[in-house]
């Protein structure tokens, strides 16, 4: 049986561009990507997300299911779960 701390994602580190990496509380990260979804025209979103009214619905669905968002040319935000402890 797979050991269950495996599977907690108390930080995550972020990656965006021309910044250097933060480590980020869930909470933090779920406030992060909602900003960034509300600066982002809706149409511009992947259909998966266009589907959710509002941001906050939008950013915890993308905290669920991926580790990235497409936030223009030659721009990345970029998400991973982190253990800092061992």
């Known amino acids: 049986m797979p050991d269950p701390l ?3 994602q108390d930080h ?3 990656l ?3 910044q250097p990496e933060q480590f ?7 406030e992060k990507l909602k900003k960034t979804l509300q600066q982002l025209i ?3 979103l992947p ?3 266009q589907k959710f ?3 906050e619905a939008q950013a915890q669905y993308l905290l669920d299911t991926s580790c990235e968002l497409d936030i223009g040319i030659g ?3 970029q998400w991973y779960a982190v253990r800092l402890e061992k």
Do not use: R
């Open 6 to 8: 495996m599977y907690q």
């Open 12 to 14: 995550f580190v972020v």
């Open 16 to 18: 965006e561009t021309n």
């Open 24 to 30: 980020l509380t869930p909470s933090e990260l779920l």
């Open 42 to 44: 809706i149409q511009d």
């Open 47 to 49: 259909p998966d997300l």
């Open 53 to 55: 009214d509002t941001a």
């Open 75 to 77: 721009q990345y935000l």
